[in-house]
Each structure stands twice: as structure tokens, then as C-alpha cells.
């Protein structure tokens, strides 16, 4: 643990003052990303991962298609070549040769064309697709291991706020079962929305939750999750902007900001108290979803047992795909859902 020392106990306190107000500021700046968040896991269902890998398929083309777990592209190596895609000669041409002839009063050489065996082959394919041209690939699509309904961003940056973090959900468990009147919640998923930009222009395309039923069971689980929210923002874990923001749930499906980082070749001036990691201007990123939309706006991706609610660590993974589970509250128990 660092210590701060001084002259006076005023100059203690004015640097330790001083040090809060630059962390303040470096947390609610885009410099640090989001570490953890709350979920309700998706991916335990195998019938909506699949859909999610047919979505994939379908939008990216022909392609091959790899495990998640590697970093592999879809596209197959370039370079190989397929059998297939020449007129194959027949076996008793393969040693012909190219008759020379010469004459003896001339030094040209002639060629007997009508010996020459002729082989045809197949146009090579454009290295850019049609979804390439609308800013879309692989990088952008979510994992189908890790689908999930978010429900809060946290920047815990130490030990000590994801101890309270773990502690904050813990606490609520017991609200649960009360606000669910211990009864197993269900949820569908319909069409897609656009969160940010424009069709033309979009940056996160997600699912919606649609109730099912009509006991309003949904709306009232939406109680237990403002009670999630309210315990983190008292408990000094979520940013002032994000408290703010009215509570909708959603399954995001694809989103801009996970494609592999591109930036430009210019390097940029900066001044000696600039970081020189600032010379790499990022790309403002986007995609074009109106043909996505026109395919699959009103696709009913089908309804799930919500089973538990995690405090969930980004960018680290269990054994099965999901998303490292810091802690975790169950819901009321699973039922067969008609």
C-alpha cells in the first residue's frame, strides 16, 4: 500500500486530495474501459447458441467456420488450391510436348500451337466481400459462448471494489425470491434494434427482450434489478452518467467497438507532456445493418429460463466460453416452460 507523506498534516491532505480528484477523473474518462458487469447468462442455452452461429454464417457468406475459442479468421487460408476449380486434363496428355521446329535457312523458331494443351481455370476471388464492403466481419459479432442480457457496467479497478462489488450482489440474493415471488422467470428475445448511429451507420445492433405472457412478470422483475442498481450506486461502484440511464436490458448481438483495432499510419504532434501512445489516431468505427435488418428485424430467436445473475469480469473466460463469474445469485428454480 502506497503512503503519502509531508510536511504538515494540510499538505497530506491537500495531495491525498489531490490524487482522489485524478483518479475521479481517469474512471470516468474513456481512457479506462468497463472491467466487470452484471448478467443474466445466456449461453447455457445450447439452441439459442446455435441460432446465434447461423446468424454468423449467413451474414458473412460462404465462408469456413472456426471454434470460438481460437483466434483463427473465417476465411480459409489463401493459397490453396482446389482441384475442382481446373478442367482437369486427361492422363494420356500429361507428357505432351511443345513441338519446336527449325528451319535450316532461319533462326526464328516455330511453334506448333495445336500441340499446346490448353487449360482452363476458374475467375480468383475478390479478396473483399459484399460484407467486408459494409464494414462487416468476424471481430464484430459477439461469441455465441458468451450471449447475455446486461443489465450494469462497473470499472472496478482493485481488489478492494470487486471485494464490495461480490459482497453488494451477495446481500441482494434474498430479494430475488421475494420479487420473483419465487417463481422461474422466462424472457423471448425479438427482432434486433439499432442502439447507436443509424441502420446505415451502426455501431451495436442487440435483441430486445419481450415479455411473455401477460401476468406483467417481467415488469415486475424489473424492480429486483433497479434493486441491483441502486445497492452498487449507493455503495459507490457505478459512475455518475451510467446511474443515470434508464434500465433496458438487453442481448447485444453484434457491436463496432470489438473489431480488431485499426488505426492510421500518420503519426500525430504531441507536446512532451503527452503520452507518445496518443500518436495513433483511432478510426471512428461503424457498419451497415439495413440488409441485416431486412433479414432478420422481426427474428424470433425463441424464450429462455433466466437462471442466475453474475458480477461477471470482461475479457477473462471459464472453461466453457462464459465469461469469468466473480459471484453470482440464483434465481427461482427451473420449471418447463410451454
Request: aromatic share 8%; glycine share 4%.
Amino acid at each position: 500500500m502506497a503512503a503519502i507523506e509531508g510536511i504538515s498534516i494540510d499538505s497530506v491532505n491537500s495531495a491525498s486530495e489531490r490524487i482522489q480528484d485524478i483518479i475521479d477523473e481517469s474512471v470516468n474518462s474513456r481512457n479506462l474501459d468497463y472491467s466487470h458487469f452484471i448478467s443474466l447468462p445466456l449461453a447455457i442455452h445450447p439452441e439459442l447458441v446455435n441460432k446465434l452461429i447461423n446468424f454468423q454464417h449467413s451474414i458473412l457468406g460462404n465462408v469456413s467456420y472456426k471454434d470460438e475459442s481460437t483466434d483463427t479468421d473465417y476465411n480459409e487460408e489463401e493459397g490453396t488450391t482446389d482441384p475442382k476449380g481446373v478442367d482437369q486434363l486427361p492422363k494420356e496428355n500429361a507428357g505432351v510436348a511443345v513441338e519446336l521446329k527449325v528451319d535450316d535457312n532461319s533462326e526464328s523458331v516455330k511453334v506448333n500451337l495445336s500441340k499446346i494443351p490448353l487449360v482452363s481455370y476458374k475467375p480468383k476471388a475478390s479478396k473483399s466481400s459484399a460484407s467486408s464492403d459494409l464494414g462487416i466481419d468476424k471481430s464484430i459479432f459477439i461469441k455465441p459462448k458468451t450471449f447475455h442480457l446486461t443489465v450494469l457496467m462497473l470499472k472496478l479497478w482493485n481488489k478492494e471494489r470487486i471485494k464490495t462489488a461480490t459482497e453488494v450482489l451477495q446481500s441482494i440474493s434474498s430479494k430475488v425470491m421475494e420479487t420473483l415471488d419465487n417463481r422461474p422467470l422466462s424472457v423471448r428475445l425479438k427482432g434486433l434494434e439499432c442502439m447507436k448511429g443509424s441502420l446505415a451507420k451502426a455501431r451495436v445492433l442487440y435483441a430486445p427482450v419481450e415479455e411473455i405472457g401477460s401476468e406483467g412478470r417481467l415488469l415486475r422483475a424489473c424492480p429486483f434489478l433497479e434493486v441491483i442498481i441502486d445497492a452498487y450506486v449507493e455503495a459507490g461502484l457505478v459512475l455518475e452518467s451510467d446511474a443515470k440511464d434508464k434500465l433496458k436490458l438487453h442481448a447485444t448481438v453484434m457491436n463496432a467497438r470489438h473489431r480488431k483495432r485499426c488505426y492510421s499510419q500518420t503519426p500525430t504532434h504531441f507536446s512532451a507532456r503527452q503520452s507518445p501512445l496518443n500518436k495513433w489516431k483511432r478510426k471512428v468505427d461503424s457498419f451497415d445493418a439495413r440488409g441485416i435488418f431486412e433479414q432478420y428485424g422481426s427474428e424470433d430467436w425463441g424464450q429462455y429460463l433466466i437462471h442466475e445473475a453474475h458480477l461477471s469480469q470482461r475479457f477473462s473466460f471459464d472453461e466453457n466460453g462464459y465469461y469469468h463469474c466473480c459471484a453470482s445469485i440464483p434465481f427461482p428454480g427451473n420449471v418447463q416452460v410451454e
